[in-house]
């Protein structure tokens, strides 16, 4: 069940934002990303490979995708640099390996 409030939707009582074992605190941290990074965007992104562009994280949508990345809001930088408004697409982040992933 993914639910955005604070409180259960169900029972009311208050939820938990971040993990309390030390092995998905340590996974958060090697995987969170903010608004504004730039991030570099791959046809596989699972693999980290066929480079496409770079791009803006906007806003994240989905914090989980098939256990490996998040499915993000971005803007190509390219087009950013032009336009702070320019479009925005929807995309796969692979947060997995960051060290591949982030410039």
Not at 12 to 29: A, M
Not at 55 to 63: C, D, N, Q, Y
Request: hydrophobic share 35%.
């Amino acid at each position: 069940m993914h639910w955005d409030g604070l409180w259960c939707p169900c029972c009311g009582y208050r939820l938990r934002s971040k993990p309390r074992n030390i092995k998905y605190k340590d996974k958060l941290r090697e995987t969170e990303f903010k608004t504004g990074v730039i991030v570099k965007v791959f046809k596989n992104w699972k693999e980290c490979t066929e480079f496409q562009f770079k791009a803006v994280l906007v806003e994240l949508l989905k914090p989980t995708v098939q256990g490996m990345g998040a499915l993000w809001t971005i803007r190509r930088l390219v087009d950013y640099q032009k336009n702070s408004v320019c479009k925005t697409e929807k995309r796969i982040i692979n947060i997995v390996r960051k060290d591949k992933v982030l410039v």
